[in-house]
C-alpha cells in the first residue's frame, strides 16, 4: 500500500519578527526574499504594514489642503510625470522587460535611476514581473490578470501581496550581471526618498528667494506625491483597463486591447493587443495613425548615438493588421 507523503508546512512566523522584515523591507527589498518559491505559494492578501510607505503616498496627496499650488510646482509636477513615464515606458518596459534596442552601461543605470523615481520598484524586479505576465497573459499564473482576479486587484491589488514583493532573478540574469542595477533593484526606496529632499530644498529656497512664485518646500514635495500617484495609476491601467475596454487586432489568446486614451496617458502604452502579438519591436503604434510618443523619443535618442539597434515592425505583421 503505498504511503502518502505530504510537503512539511513551515512554520508560522513571530508577528514581531514579521512586522520587523517588513518594516526593513521598506529600505532593502531583496531582505528575507531569498526562498522565493515558498513566498510565491502564499495566499494572496494586502500586507499592510509592508504597504504602508505606498498608503502615505496616497495620503500625502491631501496635502494640497493644506500647501495649495502655484504654477511653479504643476509645472513641476507635469514634466515629473512625462520624464518618468518615459523611462519606465521606454527603459522598465521596452528595454529592461524586453530588450527591444540596445544602448550602454551608463545610459541603461541612467534611465534606471529615473525610472525608480517613479516608485513603481527596481528595474529588475519590474522587468522580471512583466516578462512572467507575458508567459502567462490572462492564465492563472498572472498575477495581474482581470479575467482571474478582478478588476482592482488587477490594477492595485497584486502589488500588496507577499507573494509577488520578491523579485525574480532567474527571470533577469542578462540585467542580474550588473551590480549597479541590482543594487538599484535592491534599495529602489532610496532614489525617490532623495528626490523629496531635493524637492523639499528647492522649494524652500525659491520660496525664500523668489517669493512671487508662491511655492515652498512642502508645495513643491505634495505636487510630487500627486505626480507620482497619477503616474502609477496611469501606468497600471495597463495591466487593468487595457484587459478590459478598446478593440483588438490580433487573435493573441488574452484580454489585451489597444485604446488610443490609454496610449495618450502613457506614451504608447495603450497599443497593448498590438504589443502581445510582436512584443519585440521597438514601436508599440505599428502604423503612422497610432500615436507612440515613447517611440518618438527613442528614435530621437537614436540619432544622438545614446541608443541604437531599434527593433522594426516586421512586413508581415504589419500586412496581417491591416487585413483585419
Known amino acids: 500500500m503505498p504511503i502518502e507523503t505530504r510537503t512539511a508546512t513551515p512554520p508560522a512566523r513571530h508577528p514581531v519578527s514579521a512586522a520587523c522584515t517588513a518594516l526593513v523591507r521598506w529600505f532593502?527589498?531583496?531582505?528575507?526574499c531569498e526562498d522565493v518559491a515558498r513566498l510565491r505559494e502564499k495566499p494572496d492578501r494586502i500586507e499592510?504594514?509592508?504597504c504602508l510607505p505606498f498608503v502615505i503616498l496616497h495620503l500625502g496627496?491631501?496635502?494640497v489642503l493644506v500647501y495649495g499650488w502655484s504654477w511653479t510646482a504643476v509645472s513641476l509636477a507635469v514634466a515629473f510625470y512625462f520624464v518618468r513615464m518615459f523611462a519606465i515606458t521606454g527603459f522598465y518596459h521596452r528595454y529592461f522587460s524586453h530588450r527591444t534596442f540596445q544602448t550602454s552601461r551608463p545610459v541603461q543605470f541612467l534611465f534606471g535611476?529615473?525610472?525608480a523615481a517613479a516608485v513603481q520598484r527596481g528595474p529588475l524586479w519590474w522587468a522580471a514581473h512583466h516578462r512572467h505576465h507575458h508567459q502567462h497573459s490572462d492564465e492563472e499564473p498572472d498575477a495581474h490578470s482581470p479575467r482571474q482576479h478582478g478588476f482592482w486587484w488587477s490594477h492595485i491589488g497584486w502589488i500588496t501581496s507577499a507573494r509577488n514583493f520578491p523579485t525574480d532573478y532567474h527571470r533577469v540574469k542578462d540585467l542580474a550581471k550588473y551590480p549597479e542595477l541590482v543594487f538599484l533593484n535592491r534599495f529602489d526606496a532610496l532614489v525617490p526618498l532623495l528626490i523629496g529632499v531635493v524637492f523639499y530644498g528647492v522649494g524652500a529656497w525659491l520660496g525664500h528667494a523668489h517669493p512671487g512664485l508662491g511655492t515652498s518646500g512642502g508645495q513643491l514635495v505634495v505636487w510630487g506625491f500627486i505626480s507620482t500617484v497619477v503616474l502609477f495609476h496611469c501606468t497600471c491601467s495597463i495591466n487593468s483597463l487595457a484587459h478590459v475596454f478598446g478593440r483588438q487586432r490580433f487573435p493573441t489568446g488574452d484580454d489585451s486591447r489597444n485604446s488610443l486614451l490609454l496610449a495618450l496617458l502613457t506614451l504608447g502604452e495603450g497599443w497593448h493587443n498590438n504589443h502581445?502579438?510582436?512584443?519585440?519591436?521597438?514601436?508599440q503604434g505599428f502604423y503612422w495613425?497610432?500615436?507612440d510618443l515613447t517611440y518618438y523619443g527613442l528614435k530621437a535618442l537614436s540619432w544622438t548615438g545614446l541608443i541604437w539597434n531599434l527593433r522594426p515592425v516586421p512586413v508581415e505583421v504589419l500586412a496581417e493588421g491591416k487585413s483585419k
Open 289 to 291: 495613425w497610432e500615436i
Open 61 to 63: 496627496c491631501l496635502g
Open 28 to 32: 532593502d527589498a531583496d531582505y528575507g
Open 48 to 50: 499592510w504594514l509592508r
Open 276 to 283: 502581445h502579438h510582436y512584443m519585440h519591436s521597438t514601436r
Open 113 to 115: 535611476l529615473i525610472g
